[in-house]
Nanobody, 116 residues
Framework: QVQLVESGGGLVQAGGSLRLSCAASGSIFSINTMAWYRQAPGKQRELVASVSNYGSTNYADSVKGRFTISRDNAKNTVYLEMNSLKPADTAVYYC??????????WGQGTQVTVSS
């Protein structure tokens, strides 16, 4: 069994910054892709950013230049540094990890609210 625990969400004013963290624990041999998704009220869950186990990154167009994803493989942890936040970034942010052999796992979600 694998658990993903997120932290770092909260309320911030437009233009501010937040840093999300997600730590994986449990029966982990290795983790392939780690990513952050988000879901705003009434909208589908969407990919925000992903990072491979080799460090290759991918970003949604809406966050390019503002968000940075990184990971610490030794700690099985992924981070999302969010700068220049906008009200449109308000959503529940979910951590995702594809664990070798075990498959995909999701975190419980952390709320990010950006006020105008």
């Amino acid at each position: 069994q694998v658990q993903l625990v997120e932290s770092g969400g909260g309320l911030v004013q437009a233009g501010g910054s937040l840093r999300l963290s997600c730590a994986a624990s449990g029966s982990i041999f290795s983790i392939n892709t780690m990513a952050w998704y988000r879901q705003a009220p009434g909208k589908q869950r969407e990919l925000v950013a992903s990072v491979s186990n080799y460090g290759s990154t991918n970003y949604a167009d809406s966050v390019k230049g503002r968000f940075t994803i990184s990971r610490d493989n030794a700690k099985n942890t992924v981070y999302l540094e969010m700068n220049s936040l906008k009200p449109a970034d308000t959503a529940v942010y979910y951590c995702y990890a594809y664990v070798s052999v075990a498959g995909p796992y999701w975190g419980q979600g952390t709320q990010v609210t950006v006020s105008s």
